[in-house]
């Protein structure tokens, strides 16, 4: 399938969404509301002063804002995966309810890593993006870490051309979708076991049509918390109570 008809499957879940009950540009995490839920999505660094809409946000059409995904202004597309998820990660969610809960040792951040960690022995692991504390968490085993805005020891994104299609194992941010990469990733990872992972993950069965092997999505625990740690500018704090991980298997069962 072409990677890029993923923004058309979004488009097609989202039927009558409503309208958007507030919207929040957090300093990490972007929130949007609507009457099935709430949405997330990790917020694009570096927001101009200057941007259009704030203060207009609240009433619009959910559909419209979705729609936003779809655009290459970075906190636009940020705020258009949040409205997506907040439509189709609703408490009506099938694919969310059976999904598993991951327990883990690891810290909550990084409990899918833990999840995974046997697995990983001995194999070629590529992660796209930086997950605070992965290096000690994966001490020993071979791990890339590729990024846009790589720190030490990281890759700058481009080495996803020559890493992903030798990779065992790739795990995928859901951002991807918002920066426009998930299409071109996807495919380099075809052959990998592949996990699309964060709070800015829809659950949807579908995306199994573009390799996505697991997927590692949140659910909400507590919504007022959540709220407030994002306006405070929360980051992996997101893990210490508003919501966890659980995981869903997507593909076929592996050998």
């Known amino acids: 399938m072409n ?33 099935a839920g709430m949405g997330l999505a990790m917020t694009a660094a570096g927001a101009p002063r200057t941007l259009p809409w704030p203060g207009t946000l609240a009433g619009r059409p959910l559909a419209e804002l ?39 040792a ?16 001995g194999q ?11 290096d000690r968490l994966t001490a020993g085993l071979d791990v890339t870490v590729l990024e846009r ?6 890759l700058p994104d481009p080495a996803c051309e020559y890493l992903l299609p030798e990779a065992d194992w790739v795990f995928l941010t859901a951002s991807t979708l ?31 049509q573009f390799g996505i092997d697991y997927l590692a999505g949140v659910v909400i625990d507590e919504p007022d918390l959540l709220r407030r740690t994002v306006a405070e500018g929360g980051g992996t704090r ?9 995981l869903a298997r997507l593909g076929p069962p592996l050998p």
Not at 106 to 121: D, E, R, T
Not at 124 to 133: E, F, L, M, S
Not at 193 to 206: C, D, F, I, N, R
Not at 238 to 246: A, C, E, K, Q, V
Request: aromatic letters at 8%; charged letters at 15%.
């Open 106 to 121: 690891a810290p909550g951040n990084l409990a899918v890593f833990g999840h995974f960690l046997p697995q990983l022995q």
């Open 178 to 208: 918002a920066n426009k990469t998930f299409p071109r990733l996807a495919s380099l990872a075809v052959d990998a076991t592949t996990v699309l992972m964060g709070p800015s993950a829809p659950w949807l069965a579908e995306l199994a």
């Open 238 to 246: 997101l893990f210490d109570g508003p919501l966890h991980y659980r």
């Open 3 to 35: 990677p890029w008809a993923v923004y058309e499957l979004l488009w097609d879940r989202l039927g009558d969404a409503g309208h958007c009950r507030s919207a929040t540009l957090g300093l990490v995490w972007t929130l949007c509301e609507g009457p």
């Open 66 to 104: 979705a729609r936003w995904l779809e655009r290459f202004q970075p906190h636009e597309a940020t705020l258009g995966l949040a409205a997506v998820n907040a439509v189709i990660n609703g408490a009506d969610n099938s694919l969310r309810e059976r999904a598993c809960p991951i327990r883990s």
């Open 149 to 154: 805005q790589p720190g030490p020891g990281d």
């Open 124 to 134: 070629r692991v590529i992660v796209i993006g930086r997950y605070p504390g992965l």
